[in-house]
């Protein structure tokens, strides 16, 4: 398939969500500009095809793949185009990753203020999901610190869009149907080093789960928990403290060098770019990456599931309750420590059920949900807990409550089971006002999701699709899904 711009000719590829569980074949378009965008938009109506956004193909679910139709990448169009030192506020091109926007603003004392567990995440992507982190009770999501949108229609129209415009109130998990995110100002957070204390506290089990966290909230400035699936809620509470915060006992002095150094390592300089892949765990090319997947793959296999995790909170427990000294990355991008961790579950897949559920469910729904788990035969790999406030959105998925992500290991063979699981697993959720994390999903069916969202929301939704994709270039096979 060929345009006339020779830099967007592209052959069919297949694209793959993370964890392999759903694919796509499409033609792969890489714009540089945005009159490239408006020539894939073009083309597309005079061939009959749609058009889907790619982002970094990190989300777990379908959002950002579809079958046999265009796919813009925009892994070209990452740079910086102002960054205003004084009142901490940067804009930079959609295609930029948030491992490049944290490299660039570091070394000037600024972070952002909301990331995902994977650093390789595009803006444009985190802002298309609205993403959240490890701190979303603390700042929100992602979304609710970006100022103003440049968003390409597909009629070829630039709006710029203030966060407190109606349409800026809309974008925020606009799934990549609204238009192309061209650039992005995001307000930054001021930073004394780039540092947290952490905490790693054991827990015994889901009623002290949800009441740890519940008692750092006050002093904290993120909370996540490992819980091992294989117990009743035993596992690790991560607590992290501003560094110069008084709500914990470190166990060691601010090392200078060490700051200087992770500033060095990490890229201080204005336009710099990353000199390696990833700021934490071994390379892509790596001994320990290439024979990582495969150590895990044993590690998850479920003989051995329950070993691994109590080996998990041995450690944790050896290293101790002090609080330490950690650097930003290896705090938030934990999912980057090992490259490509997911094909560990090849030649099967990854698949992640997250729902949030309010406050007052947490403690009786989410042990009933792991149960579940393991009577239909499949232990959860992987168990994460957070914290949360209400988010922004016309689908906002997030409450005053919790969030649980469940880690399932579809083996080869197990697709309609799982699915199956998946099922009675929404169902569960639905029955105590619960949402899923589109993001993470490809398995709910557009009548739960109905029943999920207000019935105004979903035709406020699409309302704001037709305006502006009055011909619905933009598609995902999570749209036509559920019907959006």
Sequence with gaps: MSLQNPSLNSTIKRLTAFGGAVWGDCYVMTPFTEEDIFAVFQFAKASGKKVVLRGAGRSYGDASVSQEQLAISLEKMNSVLSFDQTLGIIEVQGGMSLLELCRYVVGYGFWPPVVSGTSRTTIAGAVALNIHGKNQYFEGTFCEHCLEYKLLSSDGVLHTVTAQSDLGKALPGHLGLFGVLISVKIKLKKLSIPFV?????????????????????????????????????????????????????????????????????????????????????????????????????????????????????????????????????????????????????????????????????????????????????????????????????????????????????????????VAALYNELTEMI???????????????????????????????????????????????????RLNL
């Design 430 to 480: 639905l029955s105590v006002g619960g949402k899923i994390y589109l993001a993470k999903d490809f398995l709910l069916q557009e009548e739960q999701f109905q029943r999920m969202h207000p019935a105004q929301s979903i035709s406020a939704f699409k309302e704001w699709r037709r305006k502006m994709d009055p011909e619905l270039i933009l598609t995902s096979s999570l749209a036509e």
């Design 197 to 417: 204390y952490r905490q790693k506290l054991p827990i015994r089990n889901w009623q002290q789960q949800i009441a740890s966290m519940e008692a750092c909230l006050s002093k904290a400035s993120a909370v996540v928990s490992w819980v091992d699936g294989c117990t009743d809620g035993a596992g690790t509470l991560e607590v992290a403290y501003p560094p110069d915060s008084s709500s914990h006992s470190p166990n060691q002095e601010l090392d200078i060098s060490e700051i200087h150094k992770s500033n060095q390592e990490t890229g201080s300089g204005l336009g710099q770019k990353p000199h390696r892949p990833l700021p934490i765990g071994p390379g892509p090319h790596s001994l320990a990456a290439t024979l990582g997947p495969y150590a895990l793959r044993l590690a998850i296999q479920k003989p051995l599931l329950p070993l691994t995790n109590a080996l998990r909170r041995w450690a944790d427990r050896t290293l101790g309750s002090q609080a330490k000294l950690c650097d930003l990355y290896r705090f938030n991008f934990q999912l980057d420590w090992l490259w490509d961790w997911d094909t560990a579950y090849k030649p099967g897949a990854l698949v992640q059920f997250q729902a949030g559920v309010p406050r007052a469910e947490s403690e009786a729904i989410f042990p009933a949900l792991v149960n579940l788990c393991h009577r239909r035969g499949f232990p959860p790999t992987l168990l994460v807990l957070k914290r949360h406030r209400p988010g922004v959105g016309i689908l906002d998925y997030l409450g005053d409550g919790h969030s649980l992500a469940i880690d399932i290991n579809q083996v080869k063979g197990t697709g309609p089971a």
